[in-house]
């Protein structure tokens, strides 16, 4: 099975900062990347599937990156409403469809 | 619209049974891959089963035998039947959409019910 890692694990920021979180697939996996939020008590959201591509609606401050093995999720200037935990998911080929352990951005 | 809701969860003894269910609208639960993703109380997001569109079932190995994830398509209705329940089975869970049978995007979700194993 495919194990995805992330980090830092946790990660405190002020509003206008950029931040960076990586994702790193135990193999190749392509572009067959995904991108989460998750706000406490509520379900995740998708931002940015296979890899770069971002779903309409969610803001252009955030940008994914990446294939292979190594990806990124950027948040540019940062928003009150951007605290929240990411996960990143891989679907390469049959299941399990991991999910990356998550990185929950905190203000500092 | 896509709306997914679930229903089912509760308070339930080691080794006991209980059945999940996600109502959707917006969307054919027939056509669509749909899948069962969970979150312990303070843990991340863990994987557990999906249902393609074509009917093949997947699971992840820590419910394979256990769990049994199915569709009526007239109710247009997602399901996971959980059986010999134990205490790490303790979590939300979700119902997903993904994009498509080829592209395991989750992109749209329920508010999730909770399932609480306990004695």
């Known amino acids: 099975d495919i194990q995805m890692t992330q980090s830092p694990s946790s990660l405190s920021a002020s509003v206008g900062d950029r931040v960076t979180i990586t994702c790193q697939a135990s193999q190749d996996i392509s572009n067959y990347l995904n991108w989460y939020q998750q706000k406490p008590g509520k379900a995740p959201k998708l931002l940015i599937y296979d890899a770069s591509n971002l779903k309409r609606g969610v803001p252009s401050r955030f940008r994914g990156s990446g294939s292979g093995t190594d990806f990124t999720l950027t948040i540019s200037d940062l928003q009150p409403e951007d605290f929240a935990t990411y996960y990143c998911?891989?679907?390469?080929?049959?299941?399990?469809?991991?999910f990356g352990p998550g990185t929950t951005v905190d203000i500092k | 619209e896509v709306q997914l809701v679930e229903s089912g969860g509760a308070l339930v003894q080691p080794g006991g049974s209980l059945r999940l269910a996600c109502a959707a609208t917006g969307l054919s639960v027939g056509t669509s891959s749909m899948s069962w993703v969970r979150q312990a109380p303070g843990r991340g997001l863990e994987w557990v089963s999906l249902i393609y569109s074509g009917g093949q079932t997947y699971y992840a190995e820590s419910v394979r035998g256990t769990f049994t994830i199915s569709r009526d398509i007239s109710k247009n209705t997602l399901y996971l039947e959980m059986s010999s329940l134990r205490v790490e089975d303790t979590a939300v869970y979700y119902c997903a959409r993904a994009y498509s049978s080829l592209q395991i995007i989750f992109d749209s979700w329920g508010q999730g019910t909770l399932v609480t194993v306990s004695s």
């Open positions: 998911q891989q679907y390469d080929k049959l299941p399990p469809f991991t």
